[in-house]
């Protein structure tokens, strides 16, 4: 098969819906039916069993789209290997990134990267922080940014350190906690951060919240607190200083330090000899020591 018929193969079974992967092929679905059909004629067999619901992959074409996704990786490290031998930065950049940061602090250091690099293309993907080092061993991502503690063998650059803090409308003190009755707005996130915040919680409380709220985004909870629906816990790097909410750091009682969460940048030390990751490294490094300095984090 080409490299085109590669990746018509690893989009079908991506996306699951002939009209999805025609968009994103930029092909009509008519064509894209088609070539699919010619495709199947080729390894005379049915790879895909079309219903309302989409495409389902046939037994024998989980075996094909596994060749595909092979061959396609396959493919491109060669081709990072031959461009990283190049002077310029080109190449794809595969970066998995906590969705927090991702949402928040990563944007800007990526406008630069591209200012700077026109050559060279992103790929990005966010989530949990063990999402993340599954796509890196995955080898779906260069390097990946996760927050909190991690367990990670190679290599591992603390970023930055952001304050915890209560948040809320009408809510003054820590103290208050203790009578409230207005709800605790969570979000989804991995099991170290609710470890964290939990541990915090019980070493000032004897009694879990009375009333909670638990949303699917940290920016949907951050909403709600703006909006005085209740009180939140949220990382400092989501906060811009202008929200009209009182905002309280919370401290740990048993050594009376601020309760933190750290950032790092993670990934094998052989992807970091690739130009275009060793470009970003040098770019997120840069944007983080300004972070450290600034006055709203903590060094």
Known sequence: MSMTELEIIKTLAEEGNMRK???????????????????????????FIRSQKGLEPTPEGEHV????????????????AITSLADKVHGTLKIACASIVGQT????????YVERYPNAQISLITGWSSEIVKALNDREAHVGIVRGKIDWKSRKTHLFR?????????????EELKDTTRPFIQFKSDSNYHMEIQHWWKS???????????????????QLAL?????????????????????????????????????????YESTFELKQVEAFAEIVQSHAERLRNSQIFLK
């Not at 992967?21 to 790879?47: M, N, V």
């Not at 789209?65 to 990072?80: D, G, H, K, T, W």
């Not at 952001?162 to 820590?174: A, F, G, H, P």
């Not at 009333?211 to 909870?221: H, K, S």
């Open 162 to 174: 952001d304050q915890m803090y209560l948040v809320d409308r009408e809510i003054t003190s820590i």
């Open 65 to 80: 789209i596994a060749y595909a996704r092979e061959a396609l990786m396959r493919r491109e490290e060669v081709f990072e």
């Open 227 to 267: 909006n005085g629906i209740g009180y939140a816990i949220l990382p400092a790097i989501t906060l811009t200083g202008d929200e009209l909410v009182n905002k309280i750091p919370l401290l740990n009682s048993e050594e009376e330090f601020e309760l933190t969460r750290d950032t790092w940048l993670i990934g």
């Open 21 to 47: 992967a025609a968009e994103r092929l930029f092909l009509s679905q008519p064509a894209l039916s088609q070539r699919l059909q010619t495709i199947e004629k080729e390894w005379e067999t049915l790879l």
């Open 105 to 112: 602090w990563l944007p800007q250091v990526l406008k630069e």
């Open 204 to 222: 000032h409380f004897t009694q879990a919240p009375g009333r909670q709220i638990t949303v699917d985004q940290i920016e949907t909870c951050k």
